[in-house]
T-cell receptor, first 117, second 114 residues
């Protein structure tokens, strides 16, 4: 199984709502990532989890709260978002984070398209 | 700092034309290089990769060769199809950088007409 799954596929939420995005992989990867992608732009790294511990937070606002309950699951909790947070949120995984080059290949999920009203 | 520069396009071609998308990089170490493709409304798919100098990555008729002397990883395909229309991202990843993720170029939009 070389698949990264993400749910939901689409999400519309108001600025006062609380919602969560979910990402799952069963490849035995120990690194998982959240990226944000605006239209016609490359993905921007938000968070990196390595062995279920947060290893990188790219100065992301606290209204985004990541969680890694186990090595297969990654969540992104959303609260009090702004309309400018509307984007495609991509999850990715790799065997390890920052290890030898052979283990750096990242597998991406299909993304959650988020609209904040 | 480490970076990737690629031609931004859009690139517009007729079916069966030859494709080249240029990509150059700047890195302090010895990066792995990747091409990802994003079809409309979808996530990123790894198209091909190369992990050391002179390696050639290939997949689905696409090829790219890791050229350390010119710090380049240009994407080529001999005969494009309408189904190749997508956004192509060149990216690098550096070895032994704890927690380092991918550094992407800005992406090149390819549009192929029949």
């Amino acid at each position: 199984d070389t698949e990264v799954t993400q749910t939901p596929k689409h999400l519309v939420m108001g600025m006062t709502n609380k919602k969560s995005l979910k990402c799952e992989q069963h490849m035995g990867h120990r690194a998982m990532y959240w990226y944000k992608q605006k239209a016609k732009k490359p993905p921007e790294l938000m968070f990196v989890y390595s062995y279920e511990k947060l290893s990188i937070n790219e100065s992301v606002p606290s209204r985004f709260s990541p969680e890694c309950p186990n090595s297969s699951l990654l969540n992104l909790h959303l609260h009090a978002l702004q309309p400018e947070d509307s984007a495609l949120y991509l999850c990715a995984s790799s065997q390890v984070a920052g290890g030898p080059t052979a283990y750096n290949e990242q597998f991406f999920g299909p993304g959650t398209r988020l609209t904040v009203l | 700092g480490d970076s990737v520069t690629q031609m931004e396009g859009p690139v517009t071609l007729s079916e069966e034309a030859f494709l080249t998308i240029n990509c150059t990089y700047t890195a302090t170490g010895y990066p792995s290089l990747f091409w990802y493709v994003q079809y409309p409304g979808e996530g990123l798919q790894l198209l091909l990769k190369a992990t050391k100098a002179d390696d050639k990555g290939s997949n689905k008729g696409f090829e790219a060769t890791y050229r350390k002397e010119t710090t380049s990883f240009h994407l080529e395909k001999g005969s494009v199809q309408v189904s190749d229309s997508a956004v192509y991202f060149c990216a690098l990843s550096l070895a032994n950088q704890a927690g380092t993720a991918l550094i992407f170029g800005k992406g090149t939009t390819l549009s192929v007409s029949s």
